[in-house]
């Protein structure tokens, strides 16, 4: 069974750095695309950022280009947002998603974590 843990949300300023965790753990993830997502109360899950488990091809949503990079550790298993210049409106919660690469669906979602951006 697939799970993923994020950690790493929290209560920051505008323009300030948070770093988010997601150790995945279940399987191997050879082929598999990890990646991470965001919801605000009342609106969709939206994507935010993406990395190929082989390979570390990225990609990103524009309103995150430039300020947010994503990273993995695949020896510890573990996915990393590193967010930057961070805005009121990046204010939601993070969820640490994981699918195979050749398919769109995203099928195993970790239970999100709290990230604040006071102005």
């Known amino acids: 069974q697939v799970q993923l843990v994020e950690s790493g949300g929290g209560l920051v300023q505008a323009g300030g750095s948070l770093k988010l965790s997601c150790v995945a753990s279940?399987?191997?993830?050879?082929?598999?695309?990890l990646g991470w997502f965001r919801q605000t109360p009342g609106e969709e899950r939206k994507f935010v950022a993406s990395?190929?488990?082989?390979?570390?091809?990225?990609s990103y949503a524009d309103s995150v280009k430039g300020r947010f990079t994503i990273s993995s550790d695949n020896f510890k298993n573990t996915v990393f947002l590193q967010m930057n210049r961070l805005k009121p409106e990046d204010t939601a919660v993070y969820y640490c998603?994981?699918?195979?690469?050749?398919?769109?669906?995203?099928?195993?979602w970790g239970q999100g974590t709290q990230v604040t951006v006071s102005s």
């Open positions: 998603a994981a699918k195979w690469t050749f398919t769109r669906t995203y099928d195993y």
């Open positions: 990395i190929d488990w082989s390979g570390g091809s990225t």
């Open positions: 279940g399987r191997t993830f050879n082929s598999y695309t």
